[in-house]
């Protein structure tokens, strides 16, 4: 049904730049709020960027000034420009569909994840 699918990973250098996006399908998109997880080896997923089903956003403080978080509602895409990135950006990036609200819980839709290799 609901199917969420991350693309846009891949290896850049620190100080690069590396835009991701992720488009669901099977909801009523512009109705959910839409985030972005990471997690690298050896730790938990955590948050990097949420954005709500009207388009406003939310990060988290290690990223702000460097990710911007946008959606295009007539696509059913939600987007991650990532900027002046830095080693410790390296993870899985995962693109998250919230069924209510946006903080996760069972209901939520994930995708598979995109790898993000940031070199020093």
């Known amino acids: 049904q609901v199917q969420v699918v991350e693309s846009g990973g891949g290896l850049v250098q620190a100080g690069g730049s590396l835009g991701l996006s992720c488009t669901a399908s099977?909801?009523?998109?512009?109705?959910?709020?839409m985030g972005w997880y990471r997690q690298a080896p050896g730790k938990a997923r955590e948050l990097v960027a949420r954005?709500?089903?009207?388009?406003?956003?939310n990060y988290v403080d290690f990223v702000k000034g460097r990710f911007t978080i946008s959606r295009d509602n007539a696509k059913n895409t939600v987007y991650l420009q990532m900027n002046s990135l830095k080693p410790e950006d390296t993870a899985v990036y995962f693109c998250?569909?919230?069924?209510?609200?946006?903080?996760?819980?069972?209901?939520?839709?994930w995708g598979q994840g995109t790898q993000v290799t940031v070199s020093s």
């Open positions: 998250v569909q919230y069924e209510s609200g946006w903080f996760t819980g069972p209901g939520d839709y």
């Open positions: 099977g909801s009523i998109f512009s109705m959910h709020a």
């Open positions: 954005i709500t089903s009207a388009g406003m956003p």
